[in-house]
Nanobody, 126 residues
Framework: QVQLVESGGGSVQPGGSLRLSCVAS????????MAWFRQAPGKEREGVAA????????HYADSVKGRFTISQDNAKNTLYLQMNSLKPEDTGMYYC???????????????????WGQGTQVTVSS
């Protein structure tokens, strides 16, 4: 069981930036997929970005391409999500996910993930 702890959420104005962090109790560089999801009130959880830890290959939801960047620091067992040009529709609880599908196949489907963090709130509002 991988323990995940997110941090870095907060309230920002539209156009602002935030960097989320997720520290994992176990972090391996293999054909392992890690990801960020988000969930707005009354909506389903959706995939935001994913990364294959061995190759650093990344995947993004269309809604965040060009604005968000997922990255990793293996030495620190940490996953990051840099969020720029934030919009009100980016508001939600952001979750780190681990133990996902090999090679991030269909990574955006929540049932394919076994481990979740507790979430960190992001609010974008003027």
């Amino acid at each position: 069981q991988v323990q995940l702890v997110e941090s870095g959420g907060g309230s920002v104005q539209p156009g602002g930036s935030l960097r989320l962090s997720c520290v994992a109790s176990v972090y391996t560089s293999g054909a392992i997929c890690m990801a960020w999801f988000r969930q707005a009130p009354g909506k389903e959880r959706e995939g935001v970005a994913a990364i294959i830890t061995r190759t650093s290959t990344t995947h993004y939801a269309d809604s965040v391409k060009g604005r968000f960047t997922i990255s990793q620091d293996n030495a620190k067992n940490t996953l990051y999500l840099q969020m720029n040009s934030l919009k009100p529709e980016d508001t939600g609880m952001y979750y780190c996910a681990a133990s996902g599908p090999l090679w991030c196949s269909n990574w955006f489907l929540p049932p394919r993930w076994r481990n979740w963090g507790q979430g960190t709130q992001v609010t974008v509002s003027s």
